[in-house]
């Protein structure tokens, strides 16, 4: 099946339409990486005059400058991005319950607002029951027997779940469903 793209044109103040073959103009979507992704919301936070959301895109930029320059390299992989984005998330649930034991309620909820913005960014997590047979399937690839052996199943675990669950939530369902 062919694919027809519409490409609008104008000339001399008229609008003219040209059907074009998508397949014989070798035509192609590209698709935007997350580093990309972050410089348009960047972008659209200033546009929008939305403070709270750039101050957290730019804090996320600097997480990820300052993680090229510890690895030498001008672009990060979509899962090394992820990696950044889920440091960045973790740092702030611990600020989260340390200005709660603080008594500081005002800036636990900036934090969590910051989280909500960086979630953006991660991919969608894991049911629980989507992790526990994930976990069960894994315990059973890697052949292990007990609570002693749990290291190597939440490391399989963890790569994966490519980022779509935390290693304390990893951690949890193994030492439950093993003996």
Request: aromatic content about 4%.
């Amino acid at each position: 099946m062919t694919c027809l793209i519409v490409q609008l044109e104008a000339a001399r103040n008229q609008a003219q339409v040209r059907f074009i073959d998508a397949e014989k103009s070798k035509a192609h979507i590209q698709f935007m990486t997350l580093q990309e992704r972050l410089s348009q919301e960047i972008k659209s936070a200033m546009q929008a005059r939305d403070a709270d959301r750039l101050g957290t895109f730019r804090l996320l930029k600097s997480a990820i400058g300052y993680t090229q320059i510890e690895r030498k390299t001008d672009r990060l992989s979509d899962a090394e991005f992820v990696t950044v984005v889920q440091k960045e998330v973790k740092k702030r649930r611990d600020a989260v319950e340390q200005y709660e034991k603080g008594g500081r309620p005002e800036l636990a909820e900036k934090e969590r607002n910051e989280i909500v913005v960086l979630e953006t960014f991660l991919p969608t997590p894991l049911s629980s029951e989507e992790l526990e047979t994930l976990v069960k399937t894994t315990i059973q690839e890697v052949g292990v027997t007990g609570k002693k052996d749990m290291g190597p199943v939440i490391k399989a675990v963890q790569a994966k779940a490519a980022g779509r669950a935390d290693g304390k939530t990893i951690s949890g369902i193994v030492g439950r469903l093993l003996p």
